[in-house]
């Protein structure tokens, strides 16, 4: 913890590196001339000298430099080789894609060749039977690459990038942090398969053994069923669906997908026990069980969560091998100092955090309350025969046993009764089994609260009857998935039975979790906890850490300490962390779409469109879930008053379901153009939910939380019809006192000349269709005369907006334009009189 504290703070504190080394000597020889006079001295001053330690290796070891060798290369000819390879998928259209990583051997551009090695993550895609994509004979028609094979082929070579909200996921540090610094695609009939190979075998090896495996997953099961033995197994989740996917999030189960601590366990534990019934020694079987965890590890090629387990595993099977006190505390201790001294940015990843909390809230307040309660009744239940151990137990344990011979001998006259004992011991320890997994999961759940709020906005509300069920169908879909596997290589037919059982119990897993994630209990989301609440859980946290082995009231306080702040986490909502007295108009980044956030003056917020991607990109990425949702969570805002959709566009309309699902406004406001069949998909999304549909139409106009709204367009009844959707957008003038905000969506020539007579004069004016030539006319910035503008657009994007020419009348009319591509997102403040412009920070 000393360590990990002086990691934290240096995070926020720099100072020279030199200045933590001396700092650190100093406490050191302080410890060492104390340790003698007073131990508890030098205890605190050798934590000290940690401490300084941590400060010291957090500033001296800097992470993987994330600086990409060159700008944003099109038309690079890369020559590369495949460092990690992965399935081919089906995306819905025809086409089949491989997304791999490679590391560079060469790029050349126009006018320059360089020899550099740095990883891309690179998609090849075609469609299936094209002309041009066989390798050799009898392939298949879209190769798959493989580890250590070097490619060629011609792309754009572009630097991650994260969209500019705050809140947002850092994708570009990710991918950093896996020594990826480029994205790039191609097609694959234009990749060409070099000779040669790159890497090392043992390596090679690896990925062959897991090629193996998950070809013989398809085999031995349906594509359904395969898809979740691939993702429990071997923490590959590609091919399940993003539905199936929300709902084991929804329910608290998610663990189940990924490969965890939990798997690791399972895996040691049966094969301890296997080898133990085959009379293996004790220190034998530890070491062969390590050794087989070891290589799981190696197969599943997760990273740090397994190998974190798997650290955790080796030491508490050595301290049991050398007959020392199992104390899992010093397990995870160990476990954690090892790892922060290997990589100390891992103190501040959610992984890490979670693990090592699981396991410290199991040991620091789960398993003091079993001691208290369970343990003692399971200590009683053993060898009701033998009499002499009632001498080693209190009076209170010897009644329950003396009773339970007594219900045994009544039960003697009875057939089997000679096993009574066998079956009351057996039965109630069952029961107490029960009871602590149950005890165990409450605590987690109360323990899990904040950093589920903090990192995944989430109140797994039903997680403890999903858990109930999902981790003991887990485990034995688990073992019966590797026993399947194991009797494969000897012979399918052998292997059948235990496919059933895996099968059966994937099946009432899958099921129990669509169920519960179908409640709509099951999808409560939460704002980002502000640091005065972080502060409070973590106190709470520590205070039922420490009372747990306290006395027993104390205990209960703790626990009740702890329930207390969940409930508060869950139901009593945060502080939005907005400016009262103005009108915010904020342009949120979501790439190539729109999104805007309207705060009035008291506090009620609007937000007009919700980005999307279209669906011929293919993109598994939702807006409104994966961008939106986070930037106003980490606002602390938990629930709109209303929404708005200009025209059912998929880069306005797309990400608006998932906003529905977890804000909840009261109304959705549309224009009067005809719906498509995505908006219908959405209307009945909002009947589901009880959200009002509200029509407006040119002409409209009310007052609203000190706002005066005034629709200018869709006409209601338009005496020229278009077939544009664009010209069906809603447009809307957004006025406080004597300041005005217009909001165009994507209108275009027609409906701007309309609005251009209707003289909106307006401060701010978010320009129509992304900068497109086809809007923002003359005549419309001559009858608006705005001081500021912004564009929503997507950095790179394929159109090529916002257009020059635009970009230019914007100048020639003096209008201090802003884009969501460059600066993020951005807020603009209108007080009455002035407007006030703020680029958020963000990575």
Request: hydrophobic share 50%; glycine share 8%; aromatic share 8%.
């Amino acid at each position: 913890m000393a360590y990990g504290g002086g990691i934290f703070a240096g995070l926020s504190i720099w100072r020279p590196p030199s200045w933590w080394l001396g700092a650190a000597l100093v406490f050191s020889v302080a410890a060492i001339y104390w340790r003698r006079r007073r131990l508890r001295t030098a205890f605190g001053l050798a934590l000290t000298a940690v401490f300084g330690i941590g400060l010291l290796t957090s500033q001296i070891r800097a992470g993987p430099g994330d600086a990409f060798p060159f700008p944003d290369t099109p038309d690079a000819l890369v020559t590369a080789h495949v460092i990690k390879e992965g399935g081919l998928q089906r995306n819905g259209a025809g086409q089949v894609q491989q997304r791999l990583d490679v590391e560079t051997e060469e790029v050349a551009a126009e006018n320059w060749v360089r020899s550099v090695h740095f990883g891309v993550r690179a998609t090849f895609y075609g469609k299936d039977n094209s002309e041009g994509l066989e390798r050799k004979a009898g392939s298949a028609p879209i190769p798959q690459f493989h580890y250590g094979e070097r490619v060629r082929f011609s792309t754009t070579l572009s630097r991650p990038r994260n969209f500019g909200n705050p809140g947002g996921f850092d994708y570009r540090g990710y991918l950093a942090d896996n020594g990826i610094l480029a994205l790039a695609s191609a097609k694959t009939a234009s990749v060409e398969l070099l000779p040669g190979f790159a890497g090392n075998r043992a390596e090679l090896w690896r990925t062959l053994l897991r090629s193996d495996i998950v070809q013989r997953i398809y085999l031995l099961w349906p594509a359904q069923p395969a898809a979740l033995v691939d993702a429990m197994l071997l923490g590959d989740n590609a091919l399940l669906g993003r539905d199936l996917l929300a709902d084991f999030q929804r329910t608290g189960t998610y663990h189940v997908l990924v490969i965890s601590g939990l798997k690791v366990g399972i895996v040691a534990l049966v094969a301890f026990w296997f080898l133990r019934r085959l009379r293996v020694g004790d220190l034998g079987a530890s070491v062969v069980t390590v050794l087989l965890t070891i290589l799981y590890a190696l197969v599943t090629e997760v990273g740090v969560p397994v190998w974190r387990a798997t650290l955790m595993l080796a030491l508490y099977l050595c301290a049991r091998a050398l007959y020392r006190r199992k104390s899992v505390l010093n397990t995870i201790g160990t476990a954690g100092l090892v790892l922060l001294l290997i990589d100390p940015r891992a103190l501040s990843g959610a992984s890490f955090q979670l693990s090592f909390l699981c396991v410290l809230i199991i040991t620091a307040i789960g398993s003091p309350i079993l001691e208290r309660t369970t343990r003692p009744l399971a200590s009683a239940l053993k060898n009701l025969d033998a009499t002499g151990y009632d001498f080693a137990l209190p009076p209170s344990l010897v009644q329950l046993r003396l009773d339970l011979r007594m219900i045994a001998g009544r039960l003697q006259r009875f057939p089997l009764g000679r096993v009574a004992p066998l079956l009351l011991s057996g039965t109630g320890r069952v029961l107490l089994l029960l009871s602590e997994f149950l005890v165990v999961s409450i605590v987690l759940q109360l323990g899990f609260v904040l950093p589920m709020a903090y990192y995944f906005h989430r109140a797994t509300l039903v997680a403890l009857p999903a858990n109930v069920l999902a981790v003991p169908l887990t485990e034995i879909a688990l073992i019966a998935c590797m026993v399947a596997l194991a009797l494969s290589y000897v012979s399918l037919w052998a292997a059948q039975l235990p496919v059933w059982i895996a099968t059966l119990s994937l099946q009432a897993l899958a099921g129990s979790v669509r169920w519960l994630g179908a409640l709509r209990v099951a999808d409560t989301r939460l704002a980002t906890p502000d640091s005065a609440v972080i502060l409070v859980g973590v106190a709470t946290l520590a205070l039922a850490m420490l009372l747990a082995r306290r006395r027993p009231w104390l205990m209960a306080a703790g626990f009740a300490s702890l329930a207390a702040f969940a409930l508060w986490i869950c139901f009593v909502p945060p502080h939005p962390q907005i400016q009262p007295g103005v009108l915010e108009v904020t342009s949120i980044d979501v790439g190539q779409g729109d999104s805007i956030l309207l705060v009035s003056p008291q506090g009620q917020s609007l937000l007009v469109d919700a980005g999307g991607i279209p669906h011929w990109m293919h993109s598994g990425l939702d807006i409104g879930e994966d961008v939106v949702s986070p930037y106003l969570w980490s606002r602390g805002i938990d629930h709109l008053d209303a929404v708005a959709v200009t025209h059912p566009h998929a880069d306005h309309i797309g990400g608006m379901k998932a906003v529905l699902a977890n804000f909840h406004p009261r109304e959705l406001w549309l224009g009067s153009g005809k719906p498509n069949a995505e908006l219908e998909q959405l209307l009945r999304e909002a009947a589901q939910l009880g959200v009002a549909v509200v029509s407006r139409g040119a002409g409209d106009h009310w007052e609203s939380g000190g706002l005066m709204f005034r629709v200018l367009a869709p006409a209601t009844n338009p005496t020229n019809l278009t077939t544009k959707t664009n010209d069906e957008s809603l447009v809307m003038s957004v006025a406080y006192q004597e300041s005005t905000a217009l909001l165009e969506g994507d209108a275009e020539k027609a409906t701007e000349r309309q609005i251009a007579q209707q003289q909106p004069a307006a401060d701010l004016l978010k320009v129509a269709h992304h900068g497109s030539a086809t809007s923002t006319m003359p005549e419309l910035l001559a009858a608006v005369h705005p001081r500021y503008a912004v564009v929503s657009v997507g950095l790179h994007n394929v159109y090529g907006f916002p257009r020059q020419e635009v970009l230019a009348r914007l100048e020639r009319s003096q209008v201090k334009t802003y884009r969501t591509d460059l600066n993020g997102a951005v807020t603009f403040y209108l007080d009455g009189k002035t407007v006030t412009p703020h680029v958020a920070s963000h990575r």
